[in-house]
């Protein structure tokens, strides 16, 4: 069975200041790792994934996030974040042979201006 | 335009009651599946359906039992909702089910069982 751990509930952030969402996972067997944003009163959105190659993996506004297998770990970093990153960031695993998400509880980003 | 959407956006119904709520996906994707989000935002899958059939059934009481009449469609019923019913239900789809997919998300219908 797969398991997610974010410790961090909330994380507030002066605008342009760079933030770090941490995700911890823990497995039996080789796992995907996503994050997932959601806006306010909206569905789930991919932010970015890590399937295999580059441990270092990035969306197309300004996130990224490494793999660390040693530390189970896959936190999400961004240099300078926007007012606009105001969100809810999940992080989540699946197993290779089945597409079911398990979740991690969740931060909220909030940037202050 | 919608690529998944989710029928209805809220819905407000007794304790006993018997409730569905819709999802359709216009992606051509393979793979639906319902996620259930709590109070504390903590989303947690419920079903998997692949091209209609059950693949994933995650300890959920069979008072849920999903049904899919084509593979564009996932529609939820729910019989004698209780309390502990009362959250944010997603609907999600994938082209296929293999790991590593990516899944698209509805928009959620928030549930509240008075």
């Known amino acids: 069975a797969q398991s997610v751990t974010q410790l961090d509930s909330q994380v507030p952030v002066f605008e342009e200041a760079p933030v770090e969402l941490r995700c911890n996972y823990s497995s039996s067997v080789s796992v995907y790792l996503f994050w997932y944003v959601q806006y306010p009163n909206q569905g789930l959105q991919l932010l970015l994934k890590y399937l295999s190659g580059s441990t270092l993996v990035e969306s197309i506004n300004g996130f990224e996030a490494e793999f660390n297998k040693s530390q189970t770990s896959f936190h999400l970093r961004k240099p300078s974040v926007h007012i606009s990153d105001t969100a809810e960031y999940f992080c989540a695993v699946s197993d290779r042979r089945a597409n079911n998400l398990f979740f991690g509880t969740g931060t909220r980003l909030t940037v202050i201006p | 335009d919608t690529a998944v959407s989710q029928t209805p956006k809220y819905l407000v119904t007794q304790m006993g009651n018997d409730k569905s709520i819709k999802c359709e996906q216009n992606l051509g994707h393979d793979t639906m599946y319902w996620y259930k989000q709590d109070s504390k935002k903590f989303l947690k899958i419920m079903f998997s359906y692949n091209n209609k059939e059950l693949i994933i059934n995650e300890t959920v009481p069979n008072r849920f039992s999903p049904k899919s009449p084509d593979k564009a469609h996932l529609n939820l019923h729910i019989n004698s909702l209780e309390l502990g019913d009362s959250a944010v239900y997603f609907c999600?789809?994938?082209?296929?089910?293999?790991?590593?997919?990516?899944?698209?998300f509805g928009p959620g219908t928030r549930l509240l069982v008075l």
């Open positions: 999600a789809s994938s082209q296929v089910v293999l790991g590593g997919e990516t899944q698209y």
